[in-house]
């Protein structure tokens, strides 16, 4: 997928808005009713004010030549009363305007973010893997947060705007029709100033996501928990900290550069249209002094002159605001719209409901999205139902790639996957997924309480504490989630009050404990006892042989303390299968698989002889 351009028609960017406006119109509906009474009240209100305060003066005028002072403080007190209520009015109007605003904003902040979570949901895993689909969502992510309102609202001050204008320029066109024309010449620049550099800003800030990223990385780096050892043993913390200083620097220079030069231009036209207002006001006053209007008559057409001048600015301001907003809006529909590739292909089927023959991969190659290095060549292994398979390779061989290919989590480039002979890609992925139980080797450390952390194994439905406690006792965990303050209710993680940090050990249980909560005929075990002692680790595959009776398994480990256990042996080197049987089979042929054991075995038993000497 790639970034979408600022070229946009007129069409596509109206389309936009009005998608906007309609979400906005969805999340929100009472409260849009309440803000359209509201915008058509403080767009007249300023008009009669105006009409209120020119009876005012003239009513004080009168008294003065007249001598008839009752009648003109009677009249007088009326227009000021009125004059007063029309300002309560519109002081009751602003006041709720705010609060329909943020109500307003909550709602529309909870529809477009719900928007936001439910397309990440779909997304394959290489939108992830891929810097420009990934800058996208960064972009949508941050702009769904403020743009769909700002559109809606700045459509609410178009309205109010043109209301008021509308009215105000009737009233000085009854004058003199140049001061109206004069408004829309002096108004006109600024507008066109916003235009040029609202498309100037949207292109900036798209080209500086990347650096954005970058900066948040860094920050996490310097302020997060699980890089703080490595941070103060290596002091990390300056060289981090330089990094982000530097790359904000860059941000803070290009758009310092970017913001001086709209405000010389802004400058120049504000002096253009400042100039006109006073020559405007000497006009009056001259029309004024020739008795050509009355003195309440100049004070009404100098306020509505400066009046019209405001709203004619504000509303050429919202649509140079609008145009910018909806430029933005296209990283939102860009990310919304994106489809998922990892889908039933037709003919669609089920998970087949018995297991014969279980899971094959035939002849699967595969390679990354944008490399042309294959990670897997010619890939065929068998996964018999009830039997357990290991998968055994340096760093980099390619078998936790095997597994996110049997995860569907990607598709392979040629060759396929199959169950009871049926591709897994005709199967509903999440109806794929229900049926593996995974723990990869970066496990989800969810900072809940240890209840959350274990049911989340299966969503499906709610279990018990006791059903729970088993899968804990089968991990080898509930004896220290006994011995937490709350049990199975302290949360985990020192992020938030109340935490209890675990081990790495404990937290690889606790993730090993989620795989079992999961009623799957699959499961997979990426490296499951790296963080765990030799006595942990042989607790952890009794009680594991015990729990996939009936069931495939398929382990990812270094230790051969573990791969012996498995009923057959696949050995893994540069993304191929270089050797496969059980463990006496592959120690009978001497190859690679026999090299690496040996080689373990040493190395135990010269550290067991090291710590006896």
């Known amino acids: 997928m790639q970034e979408g351009t600022t070229n946009k028609t007129s069409i596509a960017l109206f389309h936009d808005i009005v998608y906007a406006l309609r979400m906005v119109w969805s999340a929100a509906p009472r409260w849009n009713i309440i803000n359209i009474i509201l915008v058509l009240l403080q767009g007249l209100l300023p008009l009669l004010a105006l009409f209120l305060m020119k009876n005012i003066i003239d009513t004080a005028t009168a008294g003065i030549t007249s001598g008839n002072s009752t009648t003109s403080i009677r009249h007088l007190v009326i227009w000021v009363a009125l004059a007063l209520t029309v300002a309560l009015v519109l002081l009751i109007c602003r006041s709720i305007t705010t609060l329909v605003n943020e109500a307003q904003s909550q709602l529309v902040l909870e529809k477009f973010s719900g928007l936001i979570h439910a397309k990440?949901?779909?997304?394959?895993?290489?939108?992830?893997?891929?810097?420009?689909?990934?800058?996208l969502m960064n972009r949508a992510q941050q702009d769904a947060l403020t743009r769909p309102q700002a559109v809606y609202a700045t459509v609410v001050q178009i309205i109010q705007n043109s209301i008021s204008v509308l009215g105000i320029f009737g009233l000085l066109i009854s004058y003199n029709w140049v001061l109206t024309l004069v408004i829309a010449l002096i108004a006109s620049p600024g507008a066109l100033i916003g235009l040029v550099y609202g498309r100037k800003m949207h292109s900036?800030?798209?080209?500086?996501?990347?650096?954005?990223?970058?900066c948040y990385y860094y920050n996490l780096m310097l302020?997060?928990?699980?890089?703080?050892?490595?941070?103060?043993?290596?002091?990390?913390?300056?060289?981090?900290?330089?990094?982000?200083?530097?790359?904000?620097?860059?941000?803070?220079?290009?758009?310092?550069?970017?913001?001086?030069?709209?405000?010389?231009?802004d400058f120049f036209a504000q002096g253009i249209a400042t100039t006109s207002i006073f020559a405007a006001l000497g006009y009056i006053g001259i029309s004024t002094i020739q008795r050509v209007i009355t003195v309440g008559a100049m004070v009404m057409y100098y306020q509505a002159f400066q009046t019209g001048f405001g709203n004619l600015q504000g509303l050429l301001r919202s649509v140079t605001s609008l145009y910018e907003h909806s430029l933005f809006l296209e990283h939102i529909y860009q990310f919304l719209n994106y489809q998922p590739t990892i889908v039933a292909i037709p003919p669609e089927q089920g998970v087949p409901a018995e297991s014969n023959i279980g899971i094959r991969f035939e002849k699967v190659n595969f390679c990354y999205p944008g490399s042309e290095t294959p990670t897997l060549s010619d890939i065929n292994i068998e996964l018999p139902p009830g039997k357990v398979i290991a998968l055994v390779g340096a760093n980099g061989s390619g078998k936790t790639t095997l597994i996110k290919l049997l995860c569907r989590l990607y598709d392979p480039t040629t060759g396929r996957i199959t169950i009871e002979n049926t591709d897994i890609r005709h199967i509903l992925p999440d109806n794929w997924r229900r049926q593996l139980s995974v723990v990869f080797q970066d496990y989800l450390r969810c900072l809940a309480s240890v209840y959350d952390n274990i049911r989340m194994g299966d969503m499906t439905r709610t279990p018990t504490i006791d059903e729970v406690r088993v899968a804990a006792q089968a991990a080898g965990i509930?004896?220290?989630?006994?011995?937490?303050?709350?049990?199975?209710?302290t949360m985990l993680g020192k992020m938030f009050s109340g935490g209890e940090e675990l081990s790495g050990g404990e937290w690889q249980k606790i993730a090993i404990a989620r795989a079992f909560m999961r009623q799957a005929n699959i499961i997979v075990l990426d490296e499951p006892s790296s963080a765990l002692d030799p006595l942990a680790e042989a607790e952890l595959f009794t009680q594991f042989r015990m729990l996939i009776k009936g069931k495939s398994a398929v382990i990812i480990s270094h230790r051969f303390s573990t791969v012996q256990m498995a009923d057959y042996i696949y050995v893994m080197e540069q993304g191929q299968i270089i050797e496969r049987g059980t463990h006496q089979e592959l120690l009978r042929i001497e190859g690679t698989y026999a090299h690496l054991y040996h080689t373990q075995a040493r190395h135990y038993q010269q550290t067991a002889e090291e710590r006896t000497a």
Request: aromatic letters at 10%.
């Open 223 to 265: 302020t997060d928990v699980y890089p703080a050892k490595e941070l103060r043993i290596f002091q990390l913390g300056p060289m981090f900290a330089d990094l982000f200083q530097r790359i904000r620097r860059k941000i803070r220079n290009e758009r310092l550069k970017l913001f001086r030069n709209r405000a010389l231009l």
């Open 478 to 489: 509930d004896e220290k989630i006994n011995r937490l303050p709350q049990g199975y209710d």
């Open 204 to 214: 900036l800030l798209k080209m500086q996501t990347e650096d954005e990223r970058r």
């Open 120 to 135: 990440s949901i779909e997304l394959d895993l290489k939108f992830y893997e891929n810097p420009q689909d990934y800058n």
